[in-house]
C-alpha cells in the first residue's frame, strides 16, 4: 500500500520493461490485455470531485486544424469567449516565462497573440524543444491534481529543465507529480524531486529523497542501473 501526498513530485526511475510505464498507464486509467497486476488505486476527493489527471507522454500530439491556443487547451473545450481571452492571457504569459516567443515579432503580446490563433500544421512547424514547452504550458493550464509526465525532459537543455521545472513548482504547488527521468539525479534544479520510486525486476522500492536513494543505490551492483550515480548530489542551483 502507497498513499501519496499532495504536492509531492516522484521521480520514478528504473531499467526498461521493469514496469515503469505500466504505473503510469493503470495511474492514468488505462489498461489493456498486457498489463497485469492486483491492488487498486484509489484517487482523492478534492473538492467534492475526482480528481483530475493529465498525463504528457513521450509522443507529440497535435490535432489537425485547429489554432495553437485551442490544441493547448484540448481535449477541454472553451465555455465561452471570456474563458478563451482569459486561457489566452495565461498562455502568453507563461510563453514567455518559458522562453517559447522567439516566433513573435515586433511588439511582442500582438505577435504572441496573432501566433497562438492562427490554424497551422503545429506539429510540423514546431521543433521538438518547442513542443515540449507547449506541452508543459498546457499542464500548467489545465491545473490536475495529478501530473504524469514520461520523459518530458528528455532532451531539454539544462536551462530549459530548470525553467520549467521553476513554473511547475510556481503554479502547480499542491499537484502530485509523477515523472519518469532517467537522468533525475541531473535534472534536480531547485530540489524539484522529492522523493524517488526505484523500479527494479518488476518491485518498486520509495525513497524519501534522490539523495537516500543514491546514498543507497550507489553501494548496490551498478550492472543492474541504468541510471547515472553520482558521487555527490545535491540540488542544482
Not at 68 to 88: D, G, Q, T, V
Not at 126 to 132: D, E, I
Request: aromatic letters at 10%; proline letters at 3%.
Amino acid at each position: 500500500t502507497r498513499t501519496s501526498e499532495i504536492g509531492k513530485r516522484y521521480a520514478v526511475i528504473g531499467d526498461s520493461g521493469t514496469g515503469k510505464s505500466s504505473l503510469l498507464s493503470l495511474v492514468k486509467g488505462i489498461t489493456n490485455d498486457n498489463i497485469k497486476c492486483s491492488g487498486s488505486i484509489s484517487y482523492p476527493i478534492v473538492d467534492g470531485k475526482k480528481s483530475t489527471i493529465t498525463m504528457i507522454s513521450q509522443q507529440d500530439y497535435f490535432p489537425i486544424d485547429i489554432t495553437l491556443l485551442e490544441a493547448i487547451f484540448y481535449p477541454n473545450k472553451f465555455s465561452s469567449s471570456n474563458e478563451r481571452l482569459l486561457i489566452e492571457e495565461q498562455v502568453i504569459y507563461l510563453m514567455k516565462e518559458i522562453n517559447i516567443d522567439s516566433y513573435a515579432k515586433q511588439d511582442v503580446n500582438a505577435g504572441l497573440i496573432l501566433l497562438i490563433n492562427e490554424k497551422l500544421d503545429w506539429y510540423s512547424v514546431l521543433s521538438g524543444g518547442q513542443k515540449k514547452k507547449i506541452s508543459i504550458i498546457s499542464s500548467i493550464i489545465k491545473k490536475p491534481n495529478i501530473l504524469i509526465l514520461d520523459e518530458v525532459f528528455s532532451g531539454m537543455d539544462p536551462k530549459s529543465i530548470n525553467d520549467a521545472q521553476y513554473l511547475f513548482m510556481k503554479y502547480l504547488p499542491d499537484t502530485l507529480f509523477i515523472v519518469v527521468d532517467h537522468h533525475a539525479l541531473y535534472n534536480n534544479f531547485k530540489g524539484f524531486y522529492n522523493a524517488v520510486l526505484h523500479f527494479f525486476n518488476y518491485t518498486a522500492r520509495l525513497y524519501n529523497s534522490l539523495e537516500e536513494f543514491n546514498n543507497i543505490v550507489i553501494q548496490q551492483d551498478r550492472h543492474h542501473m541504468d541510471t547515472t550515480i553520482l558521487p555527490e548530489i545535491s540540488s542544482n542551483t
